[in-house]
């Protein structure tokens, strides 16, 4: 089972960067999915998450900004992050949760990750 993260990159603020999440060796259609962020310094928090009957959560710095989306044929998450501000700078991971119906916002909640991908945002 791989998740592999990708999209991340330099962008100056204002601008905007689409990141993938695609997924191998199993389906995940049957699990809510979502993205996390660690910044330097910080712990890892959560970004967004899709359940499996496309319930959405975001929190609430990335609110109308971020769209998290998901192709369950291409078995493939995506985080479309529109507005980028330099406090969106860091390490963007995404997972596979261990529940289906409903997003949880924490990530022992999550049992498979991607590898992560950088987005930074200058000022």
């Known amino acids: 089972v791989q998740l592999q993260a990708s999209g991340g990159g330099l962008v100056q603020a204002g601008g905007s960067l689409r990141l993938s999440c695609a997924g191998s060796g199993r389906a995940f259609s049957n699990y809510a999915m979502g993205w996390f962020r660690q910044a330097p310094g910080k712990e890892r928090e959560f970004v967004a998450g899709i359940s499996r009957s496309m319930g959405i959560t975001y929190t609430g710095s990335v609110k109308g900004r971020f769209t998290i989306s998901r192709d369950n044929a291409k078995n493939t998450m995506y985080l479309q992050m529109n507005s980028l501000k330099p406090e969106d700078t860091a390490v963007y991971y995404c997972?596979?949760?261990?529940?289906?119906?409903?997003?949880?916002?924490?990530?022992?909640?999550?049992?498979?990750w991607g590898q992560g991908t950088l987005v930074t945002v200058s000022s």
């Open positions: 997972g596979v949760s261990k529940y289906s119906s409903v997003v949880r916002t924490t990530d022992r909640d999550y049992n498979y």
